[in-house]
């Protein structure tokens, strides 16, 4: 059985940051795309970023682009997303998402996703 379990959020003041973690577990992720996706209060879910399994390379959403940075450690099958200068309009729940593909794909055709952790910044 297929688990991501995140952790990492919290509530922070802007300007600060944050590290989510996501570690999956119930097969190996090693080859396969790993991410983020956010919900905000009231929005839709949203891509954040992802990275590819063999060449680890890496997108991201216009939105966090030069704050946000993701990696990943594919011998503890783990997907990181560190949140730098962080604003109010980053306060989602984030989810971790995994794929078996290159690259995530767009939120209603992910293969797995964790829980979700809150990360809430004020102003």
């Known amino acids: 059985q297929v688990q991501l379990v995140e952790s990492g959020g919290g509530r922070v003041q802007a300007g600060d940051s944050l590290r989510l973690s996501c570690a999956a577990s119930?097969?190996?992720?090693?080859?396969?795309?790993m991410g983020w996706f956010r919900q905000a209060p009231g929005k839709e879910l949203e891509f954040v970023a992802d990275?590819?399994?063999?060449?680890?390379?890496?997108g991201y959403a216009n939105s966090v682009k030069g704050r946000f940075t993701i990696s990943r450690d594919s011998a503890k099958n783990t997907v990181y997303l560190q949140m730098n200068s962080l604003k109010p309009q980053d306060t989602a729940v984030y989810y971790c998402?995994?794929?078996?593909?290159?690259?995530?794909?767009?939120?209603?055709?992910?293969?797995?996703w964790g829980q979700g952790t809150q990360v809430t910044v004020s102003s």
């Open positions: 990275i590819s399994g063999r060449s680890l390379t890496t």
């Open positions: 119930g097969r190996t992720f090693s080859n396969d795309a």
């Open positions: 998402a995994a794929d078996k593909a290159t690259f995530l794909p767009n939120r209603d055709d992910v293969d797995y």
